[in-house]
């Protein structure tokens, strides 16, 4: 009886008894009606998402320039402490006048690169009697192959900047750059506790005497 009266009430065009005297038959219009009220709410909920109405615990949705309704993923944890690398090690090999050469170029060093690493790494390593002139290569890239040939610097075994040794000098490709590794950090034209994003092309050590 309860059912019979709440659906004579609320879909009064629907309910049709059925001949048996058992709960009522929902005609197809009704059957329609309430298809067309879930489709409504559906695009009412993604649209209210797309402007941030409905809370999500795992997306947050936007619109893109296009128009598009898109949504990424929430992160709630992070890490919280910076990255730090070990200090850089003393090789008892490399000749001494190279960690001067590396005070040098981070004493003279900016802020920021002023695009002449190889210019302020040349006069570091001139100033600390490293080299005994002044190297004549213009690019950084061509550094390597100059220290090698003339100044009697070998490639070192390593490929990560951050395991070369206080002193030594290290060249990298895409656009070229030349820095010396420093205690915690490298120094050029610029200091930087990062290596820079260039490829790494070798690291070059002079050894003593």
């Known amino acids: 009886m309860f059912l019979r009266n709440w659906t004579s009430k609320w879909f009064p065009f629907g ?13 197809a219009r ?23 109405l409905v809370k999500s615990e795992t997306k947050f949705y936007y619109k893109d320039a296009s128009g598009k309704t898109t949504g990424v993923k929430i992160i709630r944890r992070y890490w919280s402490q910076p990255i730090v690398h070990p200090f ?7 000749d001494p006048k190279l960690r001067r050469a590396a005070t040098i170029a981070e004493e003279r060093a900016n802020a920021h690169s002023r695009a002449q690493c190889w210019h302020y790494v040349k ?16 690019y950084a890239y061509e550094a390597g192959e100059e220290l090698t040939r003339t100044y009697g610097f070998k490639k070192l075994p390593m490929r990560d900047p951050y395991a070369a040794p206080v002193g030594a000098v290290l060249v990298y490709g ?16 610029y200091y930087s506790k990062n290596r820079c ?12 005497g």
């Open 88 to 94: 850089a090690k003393i090789d008892p090999r490399i």
């Open 197 to 208: 994003f260039y490829p790494l092309l070798a690291v070059y050590g002079k050894f003593s």
């Open 15 to 27: 309910a049709k008894k059925r001949r048996d005297g058992q709960a009522p038959l929902f005609s």
């Open 123 to 138: 006069e570091a390593l001139v100033a600390a009697g490293a080299v005994q002139s002044y190297p004549k290569s213009a």
């Open 30 to 52: 009704a059957t329609r009606y309430g298809l067309l009220v879930g489709i409504f709410l559906a695009v009412t909920a993604a649209g209210a998402r797309a402007e941030g």
């Open 174 to 189: 895409g656009r070229g750059h030349v820095e010396i590794r420093t205690k915690d950090g490298f120094a050029s034209d």
